[in-house]
């Protein structure tokens, strides 16, 4: 549902969304520790700030894959992967709707997700700047929204559209390394 709808649900208005500290345009500290859906859908706090969040959630992803995947096997991180997916999209849903943009930039799940995906599948032993270049790959699709990224962004306002638009991003990353890697060899 859009965030006017919800926020009309629960009896406020689009403008009180903007002036009550309980939905925070720009979350802080205790928006993050309101809600564990919040504290997920804000990436353990790696969303909260206000220059290049994204870019910041991406950062948390790597560093979070780099500590798990001492433990994780393949099947490991299937499974963390598609419940990092479902949940990530129902805490970007509440989240959003509580901050009053369901796709507002601070919400950095779906760039931990995606990104946890790239670095899962990139080539076995491919060196460290294979992950960097991966990196601002990611960052770039993500941002740039090539088609049709851009019509899933534009077209699923909601928990499913937020994962989705990255998710597709990564598959781009993972798409252009592949080729790399590929005409390296």
């Known amino acids: 549902m859009p965030p006017a709808v919800l926020a009309a649900a629960e ?3 689009p403008a009180h969304l903007e002036t009550d500290p309980h939905h925070p345009q ?4 205790r928006f993050l520790f309101r809600s564990p859906w919040h504290l997920i859908a804000l990436g353990f706090g790696s969303g909260l700030p206000r220059l ?7 950062a948390f992803a790597w560093a979070s894959f780099s ?4 433990w994780l096997d393949d099947p490991g991180w299937t499974v963390l992967v598609a419940g990092g997916f479902v949940i990530g999209m129902l805490a970007a849903q509440r989240t959003g709707a509580r901050l009053g943009d ?6 950095v799940i779906d760039e931990v997700v995606a990104f946890w995906i790239v670095l899962w599948l990139l080539p076995t032993r491919a060196p460290t700047w294979v992950a960097a270049l991966a990196f601002v790959l990611f960052r770039m699709f ?3 929204k090539p088609a049709p990224i851009k019509r899933l962004d534009a077209r699923m306002k909601n928990g499913f559209g937020v ?16 080729v790399l890697w590929r005409l390296m060899r």
């Open 67 to 70: 500590i798990l995947d001492r």
């Open 11 to 13: 009896g406020a208005s």
């Open 142 to 144: 993500d941002i740039a």
């Open 102 to 107: 369901i796709d507002s930039s601070h919400i």
């Open 52 to 58: 290049a969040p994204g870019t910041w959630g991406t």
């Open 26 to 29: 720009h979350p802080d500290w």
């Open 163 to 178: 994962m989705l638009d990255d998710i597709v991003a990564a598959f781009y990353t993972l798409l252009v390394i592949a």
